[in-house]
């Protein structure tokens, strides 16, 4: 990970953009180094005090991602578990953490919130218990794809984009307004052969079917077709539609990816967005996205090139201005500088922790438990409703 670290955590600046990108703030940034950039961001948050009896939150800046992801595929539990239990009984004991048993307290992670919720202790069970340890359980975790826990809060994946200044956030949207697109729909990944209800293979099918769709494969066989932000964002600059299955989770990069080309994105399970990015991503999800239905590969009935061309012109045209729109709250600034009137992913990410601490407040003002509901489960995440239709 460490040519990723360079420029604060944004990766090497993109020298060559052959002209598919623009100005300077391009940058080949590693999806899991969120937390890198979030805590860069808030070293610079200008309301930051030195005074924790006046702060309305509580920042933990460790690194839970880049943790784990040293141990995940080890199998002594210990190893994979001696971090987070440092970091908690460490936590616990400063003054802090008395003045709300943590309930004011968030982190960051740069990976998907069930890589710290390993609910058996057997080798066999995937990640760290980081999140079910009674005093984590107060606090609060930012990810870019959330668990079925209410303490537990999905914020958009860090994207190549990191203006610095608002002037190259306005000349970005202007330029993929008017980009030609000639792909109806297009789809960027690697087929799950391993895993048996994935639709990866029949979104990939069908790709390959059809002379609309264009297919970025990104498996070992594919070459670096995908290594190279500069290959992703010229084919999606030249989509209509971004084909978002879900793929190892529920959640991909690639969501972002999309929306930053102006390519519309189209789901298939809500788990994958819907119910995900609820502080960054509209409620009225017909606005920016197309949804079409489908569990497992063995309920594959459709098909999505009749399904998108079914759409007409002007739905079309209004979902890809919604989506040019989104662009400013999905991606993270440049941590060297500092936008003037553009809320970005950080801004909306702090607002929404600073509302949810605050409503724990009111709750112990007005003599209420604010332990009830903190860190309950909540499946409805990831459950089919007709509500997604």
């Known amino acids: 990970m460490c040519k990723y670290m360079v420029n604060l955590g944004l990766g090497p600046e993109i020298e060559n953009s052959e002209g598919v990108l623009s100005n300077k703030s391009w940058f080949s940034t590693n999806q899991f180094l969120l937390e890198v950039i979030f805590h860069n961001r808030m070293n610079k948050y200008e309301c930051l005090t030195t005074d924790s009896s006046l702060a309305s939150a ?29 970091l908690v009984h460490w936590l616990v004991r400063k003054p802090q953490w008395k003045k709300m048993w943590g309930r004011d307290h968030f982190l960051v992670a740069g990976r998907i919130s069930w890589d710290f919720r390993r609910q058996f ?3 066999s069970y995937w990640g760290s218990k ?58 960027a990944g690697a087929p799950r052969p391993d895993l048996e209800d994935s639709i990866r ?11 609309a769709c264009k297919f970025v494969d990104c498996s070992s066989s594919g070459g670096n077709n995908c290594d190279k932000p500069v290959n992703i964002m010229r084919v999606f600059q030249s989509s209509v539609y971004c084909l978002q299955p879900t793929g190892d989770s529920y959640t991909r990069r690639s969501i972002f990816d ?25 409620k009225n999800r017909t606005k920016y996205s197309v949804y079409i239905p489908v569990r497992t590969v063995k309920e594959w009935d459709v098909n999505v090139e009749k399904v998108l061309l079914g759409i007409s012109k002007e739905e079309e045209s209004a979902m890809r201005e919604e989506v040019i729109k989104l662009i400013p709250k999905i991606i993270y600034a440049n941590p060297m500088s500092k936008l003037e009137t553009t809320e970005d992913a950080f801004d909306l990410a702090i607002k929404s922790v600073l509302e949810r601490v605050e409503n724990v407040r009111k ?7 604010p332990s009830v509901g ?7 995440k990831y459950t089919f409703s007709d509500n997604y239709t």
């Open 258 to 282: 999309s929306i930053l080309s102006g390519c519309i994105p189209v789901f298939f399970h809500p788990g994958t967005a819907y119910s995900q990015y609820l502080w960054h991503l509209p």
């Open 130 to 187: 980081f999140r079910f340890l009674p005093e984590s359980q107060n606090m609060s975790m930012l990810s870019v794809e959330s668990s079925s826990w209410k303490n537990d809060f999905a914020i958009p994946y860090p994207t190549y984009f990191h203006p610095s200044k608002d002037t190259e956030v306005y000349q970005w949207q202007s330029k993929i307004k008017g980009t030609t697109r000639q792909y109806l729909f297009t789809f």
């Open 58 to 86: 509580i920042f933990v800046p460790f690194y839970a991602g880049l943790d784990v992801s040293q141990v995940l595929w080890n199998s002594n539990l210990t190893v994979r578990d001696t971090s987070c239990k440092d």
């Open 121 to 123: 202790d057997n080798d």
């Open 201 to 211: 293979g029949k979104v990939i099918d069908e790709c390959r079917s059809s002379n």
């Open 363 to 369: 709750v112990i003002r007005e003599g209420g438990d």
């Open 374 to 380: 903190f860190a309950d489960p909540d499946d409805y």
